[in-house]
Structures are given as structure tokens and as C-alpha cells.
């Protein structure tokens, strides 16, 4: 059983428009994050949820719209997607009171 | 703000052999914790071991462990038996209970030599 799955796995896509990345954890986690690793490897974390409640917003471009249902879901919305948003995305959970992540397997976006 | 520093970009090591990747961080809390994430060329994360700040004895996971110098604020890890499947890039990642996210170094690239 996958504890974080996130689709798609790959996803290419034009300039201008408007993409999701759905993921899902089946570990009873009561916070989720979205994480951004760009061409040099570097990882960021860009927004994390509590029990569906933003409670992390890094300076993320208004374009990047997070959306948790439920506390086992957190999409991920991107609107008018530019070159610059390449990379892969992933999404993570954890417990407040132990703070280690899973991770998903992660989303490669390539804007063309 | 928290910080994590890597300062090696690649490290290569026969297989067999031992390697360390070094790793410090800066913060003013005290209570905190630390992490060393591998992610192979499948680019999944994977957790190689974890140290809680508060305890004073160094991790230790089969063959990966840690050397945490709380003082020094440096959180090395150490490969022993290198393997093929140890090749990956390492990162190391602070969090806090008052920040809840994972602050990332840059990472190291880990090349095993047959």
C-alpha cells in the first residue's frame, strides 16, 4: 500500500495553462505539504496544511492555488503556468508531534 | 531564520569503504529535529535517519550513522560497507515544532565506485 500517492507522475503541458497534482495519504497524518525541487535539486517548501487549515505559505506566486478537502487530500492547483514552474513537486505528510515526512513519489512538470 | 549548509555538492567512495557527508544548520531554538533524506535517480525521498536534538546519543540506523554535535550545530553522516545502492543524492533537513516544515541543504551527490 502507497502511504503518499500523487498523480500524475509526469506531466507536460503548454505555457498559459491551468494544471492540478491530486495526492493522497492513507497514514492518518493531520498535516500535509506541498514541496518544490527545481533543476538544481534544490527543495523548498512552498504551503502546508493542519486538518485542512493553511497553516505554511512560502511566498508562492497567487497562481499556486492548494486545496485540502479533507485532511488524507491536498491538491495542488496551478493557474497560466510559465516556463519558470518546471520541476518536480512533491507532496509530503507527517504528525505535528513527530515532524518526520513521507513523501510521495513526486511530479515532474515540464511547461513547454 | 533556520539554515542548512551541505558544503559538499559530490562525494565518491569505493564500495566497501566508509564515507561522511557533513552537514550544519543554524537555529536559536533547543528542541528540534534532524534528518538525512535519500533520494536515489527514482527521485523518491526517502528517510535515512532522524536525530531528536534533545537526546544526546548519535543515531544509528544498520549502516548509516550520525554524529550530532549539538554545540557545533553540525549533523554528519556516516555510510559504512558502502554499497551500489547507497548512490543517490543525500539531504540533510532541520524542523522545529514552532515551524513545522522541512528546511533542506542543498545536497550531496554520493558516487559508489565499484
Known amino acids: 500500500d502507497t502511504a503518499v500517492s500523487q498523480t500524475p507522475k509526469y506531466l507536460v503541458t503548454q505555457m498559459g495553462n491551468d494544471k492540478s497534482i491530486k495526492c493522497e495519504q492513507n497514514l492518518g497524518h493531520d498535516t500535509m505539504y506541498w514541496y518544490k525541487q527545481d533543476s538544481k535539486k534544490f527543495l523548498k517548501i512552498m504551503f502546508s496544511y493542519n486538518n485542512k487549515e493553511l497553516i505554511i505559505n512560502e511566498t508562492v506566486p497567487n497562481r499556486f492555488s492548494p486545496k485540502s478537502p479533507d485532511k488524507a487530500h491536498l491538491n495542488l492547483h496551478i493557474n497560466s503556468l510559465e516556463l519558470g514552474d518546471s520541476a518536480v513537486y512533491f507532496c509530503?505528510?507527517?504528525?505535528?508531534?513527530?515532524?518526520?515526512?513521507?513523501f510521495g513519489q513526486g511530479t515532474r512538470l515540464t511547461v513547454v | 531564520a533556520q539554515t542548512v549548509t551541505q558544503s559538499q555538492p559530490e562525494m565518491s567512495v569505493q564500495e566497501a569503504e566508509t564515507v561522511t557527508l557533513s552537514c550544519t544548520y543554524d537555529?536559536?531554538?533547543?528542541?528540534?529535529?534532524l534528518f538525512w533524506y535519500k533520494q536515489p535517480p527514482s527521485r523518491q525521498m526517502i528517510l535515512v535517519i532522524r536525530q531528536e536534538a534533545y537526546k544526546q546519543q548519535n543515531a544509528t540506523e544498520n549502516r548509516f550513522s550520525v554524529n550530532f554535535q549539538k554545540a557545533a550545530k553540525s549533523f554528519s553522516l556516516k555510510i559504512s560497507d558502502s554499497q551500489l545502492g547507497d548512490a543517490a543524492m543525500y539531504f540533510c533537513a532541520y524542523s522545529d515544532f514552532g515551524n513545522e516544515k522541512l528546511t533542506f541543504g542543498t545536497g550531496t551527490r554520493l558516487t559508489i565506485i565499484p
Open positions: 509530503a505528510s507527517s504528525q505535528v508531534a513527530d515532524l518526520e515526512a513521507f
Open positions: 537555529t536559536s531554538e533547543s528542541d528540534y529535529y
